[in-house]
């Protein structure tokens, strides 16, 4: 017999006790690990992944966008006492004054019964019991010629 049909032969009596289904020319290309040793293969559930992503991109983005609404607050509560400190120096270099202010110094803001405004460097706890004048603001004058309001 040649050689060519003992192969034949061999292969026509040899019966594979595992299922076709379990066996691969091309192990591979399992989904699963082929060998005892072989790591674990998992397949990827893209929809959970791309699910998680987007979650995660979502947090983030609100997380920035708080720190910017916060920002934007501080700007705002900034701009308010700039726009206040500009009020008052208004309202204080249109008042009487007969002494020139100094600046670093407080003073005091007051109406009369005329209604005309006055700044004085007497405070409303220095006129004894009775003030010839109504109380409007204690104020210092700041270095860029704006008055801060501190009562």
Do not use: C
Not at 28 to 42: D, E, F, R, W
């Amino acid at each position: 017999m040649s050689t060519k049909n003992k192969k034949e032969k061999q292969e026509e009596e040899f019966i594979n006790p595992i299922d076709k289904d379990k066996v691969t020319e091309n192990p591979h290309t399992l989904p699963y690990a082929h060998t005892v040793g072989g790591s674990i293969i998992k397949p990827i559930d893209k929809g959970r992944v791309k699910g998680l992503a987007v979650s995660a991109m979502y947090e983030q983005t609100e997380m920035q966008l708080e720190q910017i609404r916060k920002q934007v607050e501080l700007l705002y509560q900034q701009a308010e006492k700039i726009r206040d400190r500009v009020n008052i120096s208004e309202s204080i270099y249109q008042a009487e004054m007969n002494f020139k202010p100094l600046i670093g110094h407080t003073y005091h803001l007051y109406l009369r019964k005329n209604g005309k405004e006055v700044l004085s460097m007497v405070g409303p706890k220095e006129w004894g019991r009775s003030s010839p004048y109504e109380f409007r603001a204690t104020v210092k004058l700041l270095s860029d010629h704006t008055w801060e309001i501190q009562e």
